[in-house]
């Protein structure tokens, strides 16, 4: 079996005291299979409540959903990476499209905070994809590169850097890219990573945007892909017990 990462995204979902019940039945469906890694994304406030509930349990991780550049200081409402360290956080989300296009991140904070993330001891999880618009303009592979350009082009050595290709048009609509539209993009982003050496191997590439437990399976038949990076359908805990035991071809 390949190793493979389920992430779940919480959004602005769950708070501490939900968090604790959520892992209590998570886990009543027993460890988590060998060769795959969970990583929890809760709201910043229930990091740590999450980071507690996963004590002691193999191949499970959290991370924070986004982060500020600055370590600390004056910055009402933002959270900082050694805070989500504090917390209990191993990873941090950055760039996800709803932060790009709701609160209007650019690629050059996107640089800033994978650089910030790293500082903190903190993997980034990169998160790149491209609208409607660009994909029926042809130009997805464009500006999927181009968002690792911005973010990671100046690097200078090689971290560990996890992706997620997760196409804007993709998340929350039902509308998931096909599994083979998937692997071309991955294929893409992991000639991008071989050829840049900024980033260490293996290449852990996830794929997000409208996954859940019917299709799993046939996107993770892709050896493309390296894992799923879920919203809506990681929300349910049994329904998430289930979807990380996904038998996968
Ligand atoms: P959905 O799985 O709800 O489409 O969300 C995907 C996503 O944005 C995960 O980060």
């Known amino acids: 079996m390949r190793p493979l990462v389920f992430a779940g995204n919480w959004k602005m979902n769950v708070g501490p005291v939900e968090a604790r019940e959520y892992l209590r039945a998570f886990f009543a469906a027993g460890e988590i299979p060998h060769e795959r890694s969970v990583w929890f994304f809760p709201p910043a406030v229930s990091i740590e409540a999450v980071a507690q ?8 991780s959290v991370g924070s959903q986004d ?23 191993r990873l941090a989300l950055i760039g996800h499209s709803e932060r790009r296009h ?13 650089t910030a993330a790293l500082a ?28 690792l350009e911005a973010a990671l082009g100046k690097r200078d050595g090689k971290a560990r850097v996890t992706i997620a290709y997760e196409p804007v048009w993709a998340i929350g609509t039902g509308r998931n890219a096909t599994p083979q539209d998937a692997a071309q993009v ?17 290449f852990v590439i996830l794929y997000g945007g409208s996954v859940n437990l019917k299709n799993t399976a046939e996107l993770l038949a892709e050896h493309e892909l390296d894992g799923v990076l879920v ?18 071809a």
Do not use: M
């Not at 919203?231 to 996968?248: F, H, I, K, Y």
């Open 186 to 202: 991955h294929g893409a982003i992991r000639g991008w990573l071989k050829d840049h050496a900024v980033t260490a191997a293996p």
């Open 120 to 147: 903190a001891d903190l993997q980034p999880v990169l998160c790149v994809g491209e609208t409607l618009e660009q994909r029926e303009a042809g130009d997805t592979l464009k500006v999927v590169t181009g968002q």
């Open 67 to 89: 982060l500020y550049w600055e370590p600390k200081g004056a910055f009402t409402g933002a959270t900082s990476g050694p805070l989500a360290k504090q917390s209990g956080a």
């Open 53 to 60: 509930g996963i004590a002691g349990h193999r191949n499970v």
């Open 102 to 114: 709701v609160f209007g991140e650019t690629d050059a904070d996107t640089e800033k905070k994978v």
């Open 231 to 248: 919203g809506g359908a990681s929300l349910n805990p049994r329904d998430w017990a289930q979807l990380v035991r996904t038998a996968v």
